[in-house]
């Protein structure tokens, strides 16, 4: 387990970080605390959830379950809080089952952390991220029609600074250590970093985007904003919301799995991505690699990742992961890589 800096604000993650959003509909609270206990006891100081928590379905009834079983788990096992980087988000405009979809504000936000802080059973949020900007957002497969133009670039800054000082406000009360994003752009990162120099505010630490084999963005763009400006990826969905693992193929649909509950798996599914599942597939049968093993290695990899989060159903999958920490992909190895993806350069 590699250890690394969560941007510049003197905190150390490890690169896998368990996710938690299954945790309160296809993971219960029994099975979703021995995933606690699993991933720290193998080196993992990372847990990522959402105030919008669970997914698969998201529904009104369920909101904030998520953060209130790992709430429970913190109750119980208070010595062991200081163990880990506990990260969640703020809900972004639009989300109707919270503050009726406000957008994210100097309005709401102290109201939002109160709440997690409720939920959570504890006295800070290590990781304090916005789910997605108010201006919106080309992730979730709407870089295909997005169209940036219709925003006031003027009202988009001052409402940015107007975020920040709030989050300072949090700061000094003790409720966050570190900000973070979502699903944000290279230049709403840029702008976010500059107005923090200017101001003295809290500075972005993370920023968390999907990315995976199958969905590579962030290598366009953000890559070298990252790189220079240390603002580690926070790497969602690398396994493409489990294709990678391969359980998709043929038709398959496995009963309690995200596409029997979810069938279009958030805009995923096409036979297109079906043949790049295949590709990969290959690579790993080839070097004899476990498929999951090796979509996660090759996102650790990555110059800018800070660490990638991974979600496990039950607990046999996060045992199976887990067996995979060690591996280290060979060059033979990267290079099949590259050419399945230029091959399939976007198949989402």
């Given at each position: 387990m590699q250890?690394?800096?969560?941007?510049?604000?003197?905190?150390?993650?490890?690169?896998?970080?368990?996710?938690?959003?299954?945790?309160?509909?296809?993971?219960?609270?029994?099975?979703?605390?021995?995933?606690?206990?699993?991933?720290?006891?193998?080196?993992?100081?990372?847990?990522?959830?959402?105030?919008?928590?669970?997914v698969n379905?998201?529904?009104?009834?369920?909101?904030?379950?998520?953060?209130?079983?790992?709430?429970?788990?913190n109750a119980a096992n208070a010595a062991r809080r200081g163990d880990y980087v506990l990260?969640?988000?703020?809900?972004?405009?639009?989300?109707?089952?919270?503050?009726?979809?406000?957008?994210?504000?100097?309005?709401?936000?102290?109201?939002?952390?109160e709440g997690s802080l409720r939920r959570l059973k504890t006295d800070c949020i290590d990781l304090y991220q916005f789910h997605w900007p108010n201006r919106g957002s080309y992730m979730f497969r709407q870089n295909w029609g997005y169209d940036p133009s219709g925003g006031d670039r003027a009202a988009v800054i001052a409402d940015m600074q107007a975020c920040l000082e709030a989050l300072q406000a949090q700061v000094d009360k003790g409720n966050i250590r570190a900000f973070g994003l979502s699903n944000e752009s290279a230049w709403g990162t840029a702008q976010w970093l500059r107005l923090?120099?200017?101001?003295?505010t809290p500075r972005v630490a993370s920023i968390q985007n999907e990315y995976s084999l199958m969905?590579?963005?962030?290598?366009?763009?953000l890559a070298e904003l990252c790189v220079y400006e240390d603002v580690g990826l926070l790497a969602f969905s690398p396994l493409a919301a489990?294709?990678?693992?391969?359980?998709?193929?043929?038709?398959?649909?496995?009963?309690?799995?995200?596409?029997?509950l979810v069938p279009g798996m958030g805009g995923r599914n096409s036979d297109r991505v079906l043949e790049a599942v295949a590709a990969y597939l290959d690579v790993a049968n080839?070097?004899?690699?476990?498929?999951?093993?090796?979509?996660?290695?090759?996102c650790r990899t990555r110059p800018f990742m800070g660490?990638?989060?991974?979600?496990?159903?039950?607990?046999?999958?996060?045992?199976?992961?887990?067996?995979?920490?060690?591996?280290?992909?060979?060059?033979?190895?990267?290079?099949?890589?590259?050419?399945?993806?230029?091959?399939?350069?976007?198949?989402?």
């Open positions: 250890m690394k800096p969560l941007g510049r604000i003197g905190i150390s993650v490890s690169d896998m970080c368990l996710g938690t959003m299954t945790f309160g509909t296809q993971t219960s609270q029994a099975e979703a605390h021995r995933q606690m206990d699993m991933a720290l006891d193998a080196g993992i100081n990372f847990v990522d959830a959402a105030e919008m928590y669970p379905p998201v529904s009104k009834e369920t909101v904030g379950l998520t953060e209130e079983i790992l709430g429970n788990w990260a969640t988000k703020h809900s972004g405009e639009g989300f109707m089952h919270v503050r009726d979809g406000a957008p994210i504000s100097d309005e709401t936000i102290a109201e939002a952390v923090s120099e200017e101001t003295g969905c590579r963005l962030f290598d366009t763009d489990g294709f990678l693992s391969g359980k998709y193929q043929g038709g398959a649909v496995p009963d309690g799995s995200r596409m029997s080839r070097h004899g690699l476990d498929p999951v093993h090796m979509a996660l290695a090759w660490s990638v989060i991974f979600g496990a159903t039950t607990e046999v999958q996060l045992a199976h992961i887990l067996n995979g920490l060690d591996l280290e992909l060979s060059q033979e190895v990267m290079d099949d890589i590259d050419a399945a993806h230029k091959a399939f350069p976007m198949p989402f």
